[in-house]
């Protein structure tokens, strides 16, 4: 029935004071139910430490959920609904058939829909929607009130339409995981385990409106539901507070929770005690109390807390932080699992941490994701599909060929490309049939070893044509062929050839992720290290774009610019030239169609005297010019 805050700054033992309550309060009442809820990473750690405060090392009358494993806890006991939960993936299918539904009806959207990125946008603005509980009638007024901004307005009609009709398509027959707080809703009047129970809500700096909806019928059948909220206890926590101010969102927070009931507890305020984070390290109180704040106090005293060191570069940065952690470790007692790295930047950092730790022997964990697109396995099987789906097209069959898992080696491709190219060979049949016509230029004897690389590459994918190209399939008899096509391609023993590759080159951060990634999916061990490196242009640019990478790859090479690699350029000693004799500064610059300064050809400066040349430049040049440079 009543509300109550527990107030206090980052580290003052908000937390450790509302455990301590929770234990003491559940060992003397065991016939109530505790539960305390908090967001869904920390359950493992607040159930490990909640085990540890209890005198007893059991916790048989509190439980620790996140919003959503409350809402499955209720189902179970209320029976709740029956529909399915539709996943990440699910949404995506479903928003791909509304679009395909609806695409004359999308002014803006349908055009863009196909663009790299744009579905998993869009996705992510619907899954907002649902969270936020926006409603048709909210996107009405949106779209209203966006009448003097035309492409806004269309833009707010297309994503109307395709949230009412991804809705509609839902009902009855799926939720998502934002509709669960809904339903969850509905059930809890029904539950009896909740009634009179005492609630803990912790480690959150606001709530949804779905959530807070949540937490208004818990205040209705619950005896007490408690609050921790992060803010110095020298503010005034209910005043509204501007939203440049360092603790706005917690006073929101407070002002809302607070408005959804008339009882409403004194708040507790938690001043640093012995029980706060930097108890035993005043400085770092000090720090916490003063940084971001107005008034700005200064520390008289001497401290070994707060240590500053420059170094000249990143690399320099990372070995220090090892010597030190190494020296902790060995001279203060401390473990390296003790010992945090933060950076603002670990896109640049986590590659030198790798490299860094892996040299100084310090085990470590690098809080970083992949995007599965980069994974060559998953380039190779999207490759397959798209080359069975679309009827051997050429892009499609070189992407194939390019990734690493084809029987049919990279020179070899090289040598089919310009044949292929040359004659415009495209679908299966003619890949299948024997090569006889040879283009001008072109060399007739050999045509005979491109019939041998030919039959390599179309006896390999023979039953994944076939299985794709005869007729309509069920989406299981689809999946077979395809899981049929990568055993026959022995995968695994091409991942190990890999491997090798990987070891050759020493790059140990990315030999490190191979080994884990091998020893996890196949059980495959190796003991060293490997770097990939390409120019972004053509199928891997084409690749990077279309995995949202290029940026970020782009920005590597940026980064990694090197001066002293300017003077051995390839462009300033040398020429090439195209099939028809037209001259480019490189064979970048080539395969890029940028041709030279004034589009001459091989013709214009044959017999002719040396002209010094501007060189023409563009995006690619940075590869040459990254690191030690480009080969």
Not at 239 to 253: E, V
Request: aromatic share 12%; glycine share 6%; charged share 30%.
């Amino acid at each position: 029935m009543s509300l109550q805050f527990i107030i206090g700054s980052s580290g003052a033992g908000k937390s450790y004071f509302a455990y301590e309550r929770v234990i003491r309060e559940s060992m003397e009442h065991p016939e109530r139910n505790y539960y305390i809820i908090v967001p869904e990473q920390f359950t493992m750690q607040t159930q490990k430490t909640l085990v540890e405060m209890h005198p007893g090392k059991g916790i048989l009358n509190i439980d620790i959920l996140s919003f959503e494993r409350l809402a499955y806890r209720v189902f179970e006991e209320t029976g709740g609904d029956n529909r399915k939960v539709l996943e990440d993936t699910g949404k995506s299918m479903v928003l791909q058939k509304m679009v395909q539904q609806h695409r004359k009806e999308l002014a803006y959207l349908g055009s863009q829909m196909n663009k790299p990125g744009y579905l998993d946008e869009v996705k992510s603005l619907v899954s907002e929607f649902m969270q936020y509980d926006i409603r048709e009638e909210n996107l009405a007024e949106m779209k209203e009130k966006a009448k003097d901004q035309p492409l806004l307005e269309m833009k707010l009609k297309d994503v109307g339409i395709l949230y009412q009709s991804f809705r509609e398509f839902l009902k009855g027959h799926y939720m998502t995981g934002e509709e669960v707080m809904d339903v969850l809703l509905k059930q809890l009047p029904f539950s009896e385990k909740l009634k009179g129970a005492e609630f803990l809500f912790d480690g959150f700096t606001g709530f949804t409106p779905i959530q807070v909806n949540v937490l208004r019928e818990l205040l209705v059948i619950a005896d007490r539901i408690s609050v921790t909220v992060t803010m110095d206890e020298r503010e005034d926590a209910f005043s509204p507070g501007k939203p440049y101010q360092l603790f706005f969102m917690s006073k929101q927070m407070i002002r809302t929770l607070a408005g959804l009931t008339r009882d409403l507890e004194d708040p507790v305020y938690l001043k640093p005690s012995g029980q706060s984070r930097f108890a035993q390290a005043p400085a770092l109180q000090f720090l916490e109390k003063n940084i971001f704040r107005y008034r700005k106090g200064v520390y008289a005293e001497e401290q070994q807390e707060i240590k500053i060191f420059t170094a000249p570069s990143p690399l320099e940065e990372m070995r220090e932080a090892a010597r030190r952690m190494s020296e902790l470790v060995r001279t203060c007692g401390y473990r390296y699992g003790e010992i945090a790295v933060i950076t603002g930047n670990l896109e640049e950092y986590a590659r030198l941490a790798a490299q860094v730790f892996e040299e100084a022997d310090i085990p470590y964990f690098i809080d970083e994701k992949h995007s599965v697109m980069m994974n060559p396995f998953v380039e190779y099987l999207r490759a397959a599909m798209e080359m069975a789906v679309q009827g051997f097209p050429y892009e499609s069959v070189f992407r194939y060929l390019r990734c690493g898992m084809s029987e049919v080696t990279r020179e070899q491709a090289d040598k089919l490309e310009n044949y292929v190219l040359a004659l415009g060979i495209r679908g299966y049949k003619k890949w299948s049939e024997k090569w006889v016509r040879v283009y001008r230029g072109m060399e007739a004897e050999k045509i005979q070893e491109l019939n041998e690389i030919r039959e390599i590459f179309a006896e390999e994918v023979r039953e994944l044509a076939q299985g794709f190209g005869s007729g309509k399939k069920t989406v299981e008899e689809y999946c077979r062929i395809l899981y049929e096509f990568i055993q026959k391609s022995n995968v695994w023993q091409k991942l190990k050839r890999q491997e090798r590759k990987f070891k050759e080159s020493g790059d140990k951060a990315m030999e490190k992720e191979y080994k884990q990634k091998l020893l996890q999916d196949f059980g495959i061990e190796f003991n060293s290290l490997y770097t990939l490196y390409n120019n972004p242009m053509g199928r891997f640019g084409a690749f990077l774009q279309r995995s949202g990478n290029l940026k970020r790859y782009m920005k590597k090479l940026f980064d990694a610019f090197n001066a002293d690699t300017v003077g051995a350029l390839m462009c300033r000693t040398q020429i090439s030239v195209d099939y028809d004799g037209q001259l480019y500064d490189c064979d970048f610059n080539l395969a890029a169609g940028i041709p030279v300064v004034g589009n001459q050809k091989i013709f214009d400066v044959t017999g002719k005297p040396y002209q010094v040349r501007k060189i023409r430049m563009d995006k690619h040049c940075y590869a040459c010019t990254a690191g030690a440079g480009s080969s």
